[in-house]
T-cell receptor, first 115, second 113 residues
Framework: AQKVTQAQTEISVVEKEDVTLDCVYE???????LFWYKQPPSGELVFLIR??????QNEISGRYSWNFQKSTSSFNFTITASQVVDSAVYFC????????????FGKGTSLLVTP | DADVTQTPRNRITKTGKRIMLECSQT?????MYWYRQDPGLGLRLIYY???????NKGEISDGYSVSRQAQAKFSLSLESAIPNQTALYFC????????????FGPGTRLTVL
């Protein structure tokens, strides 16, 4: 069963629009971590954020912000004032002790930002 | 220099051939992982290793084997490659401890004809 669901396969926005990428996860662990990675067209994986299950504070880093809600098992990612360079595939991932802290990835959301 | 390197970066091979993908790291991390990425499927775990003597199967280990030759090296082998193993393969490392960030190599694009 898919433990991390990214329901949006592809999103297309015009530059300067705000966009939210959804992530819903499933786990029985009480302690777990959630991650977001970015994969630009060049193919490498770029770490964006790590959040533990006990910290529900929202986080903001420049134009990026993350909203973690345990009640709905969601860890959504918002890009404010999107730019063309934000075009990439974004992956949400779950880390659990039961799988050796390996990352269980969602299928990714492909974001296209057009001028 | 890159902290996590993968060789080769691209490889085309034929069905039935044995092939090895290599991963090296200079980060001093104990944990190493192999994932494969298929279009629309995200990344899936093949094998992981907590140290030289500790190797574990991941979600999709069938058809693959691994070797942890040293703390810094973790190789992935396809004993008899088949076309559905065509994918992008990533190696990753992380320090010991819980739930640490993983650092990924640049990936190896493998095509099996």
């Amino acid at each position: 069963a898919q433990k991390v669901t990214q329901a949006q396969t592809e999103i297309s926005v015009v530059e300067k629009e705000d966009v939210t990428l959804d992530c819903v996860y499933e786990t029985r662990d009480t302690t777990y971590y959630l991650f977001w990675y970015k994969q630009p067209p060049s193919g490498e994986l770029v770490f964006l954020i790590r959040r533990n299950s006990f910290d529900e504070q929202n986080e903001i880093s420049g134009r990026y912000s993350w909203n973690f809600q345990k009640s709905t098992s969601s860890f959504n990612f918002t890009i404010t004032a999107s730019q063309v360079v934000d075009s990439a595939v974004y992956f949400c991932a779950l880390s659990e002790a039961s799988t050796g802290y390996a990352l269980n990835f969602g299928k990714g959301t492909s974001l296209l930002v057009t001028p | 220099d890159a902290d996590v390197t993968q060789t080769p970066r691209n490889r085309i091979t034929k069905t039935g051939k044995r092939i090895m993908l290599e991963c090296s790291q200079t980060k001093g991390h104990d944990r190493m992982y192999w994932y494969r990425q298929d279009p629309g499927l995200g990344l899936r775990l093949i094998y992981y290793s907590f140290d030289v003597k500790d190797i574990n199967k991941g979600e999709i280990s069938d058809g693959y084997s691994v070797s942890r030759q040293a703390q810094a090296k973790f190789s992935l082998s396809l004993e008899s490659a088949i076309p559905n193993q065509t994918a992008l393969y990533f190696c990753a490392t992380s320090p010991s401890g819980t739930h640490n960030e993983q650092f990924f190599g640049p990936g190896t694009r493998l095509t099996v004809l």
